[in-house]
């Protein structure tokens, strides 16, 4: 069954500091794996997409990392900010339908404070 | 940030009333998609669109209806209101090239 699992569930930080976010997943066969930003009341933004081939990607204080042979993927943000309070939602997509089916995680919720 | 938008952001209706959800892209995207996401909960896939007067039903299955004239317009509609739709709605599209899916600000629907 594909499934994509997040870890953890919630997570507080204080202002300034790093932390790292968790997703495995079982999807196969994988296309892309994503993670989105979503506040409150919002809809989901991308932040990154790799590929099988790609290991790390960034997006300013962003960085995903992939390891296609574990099934897994981690989003490490670093130096907080209060603005990076939201959900974070890992994305696998798979390549064997026309669709490009989608499989959310259930997110992880981060708070920061200051 | 992405062009598509969704109105109404807040909905508040009775029990029995019929409501549309409207899903709007300036982007000439293709297929377009509607989500249910429930508090801590992942993103369900209900309906989606490949293009004009395309609609296929997702994985979750659900009561509501949608309709696809305009390649820009993607409404989902509720024909009787019941408080299980009591729910987030998100509409999303994508492109061709990269698949990459953009997401509306959602509505926020609740039944009474």
């Known amino acids: 069954k594909n499934q994509v699992e997040q870890s953890p569930q919630s997570l507080i930080i204080l202002e300034g500091k790093n932390c790292t976010l968790q997703?495995?997943?079982?999807?196969?066969?994988?296309?892309?794996l994503r993670w989105y930003k979503q506040d409150t009341g919002r809809g989901p933004v991308s932040l990154t997409i790799?590929?099988?081939?790609?290991n790390t990607k960034s997006n300013g204080r962003y960085t995903a990392t992939l390891d296609a042979d574990t099934k897994q993927s981690s989003l490490h943000i670093t130096a907080s900010q209060l603005s990076d309070s939201a959900s974070y939602i890992c994305?696998?997509?798979?390549?064997?339908?026309?669709?490009?089916?989608?499989?959310f995680g259930r997110g992880t919720q981060l708070t920061v404070w200051p | 940030e992405a062009d598509i938008y969704q109105t109404p952001r807040y909905l508040v209706i009775g029990t029995g009333k019929k409501i549309t959800l409207e899903c709007s892209q300036t982007?000439?995207?293709?297929?377009m998609y509607w989500y249910q996401q429930d508090p801590g909960m992942e993103l369900h896939l209900i309906h989606y669109?490949?293009?004009?007067?395309?609609?296929e039903k997702g994985d979750l299955s659900s009561e509501s209806t949608v309709s696809r004239i305009r390649t820009e317009h993607f409404p989902l509609t509720l024909e009787s209101a019941r408080p299980s739709h009591t729910s987030q709605y998100l509409c999303?599209?994508?492109?061709?090239?990269?698949?990459?899916?953009?997401f509306g600000p959602g509505t926020r629907l609740t039944v009474t």
């Open positions: 999303a599209s994508s492109d061709r090239v990269r698949g990459e899916q953009y």
């Open positions: 997703c495995n997943y079982t999807v196969s066969p994988f296309s892309n």
């Open positions: 790799m590929t099988f081939s790609e």
């Open positions: 994305v696998v997509s798979d390549r064997g339908s026309t669709l490009g089916r989608l499989y």
């Open positions: 982007m000439g995207h293709d297929k």
């Open positions: 669109s490949y293009g004009v007067n395309s609609t």
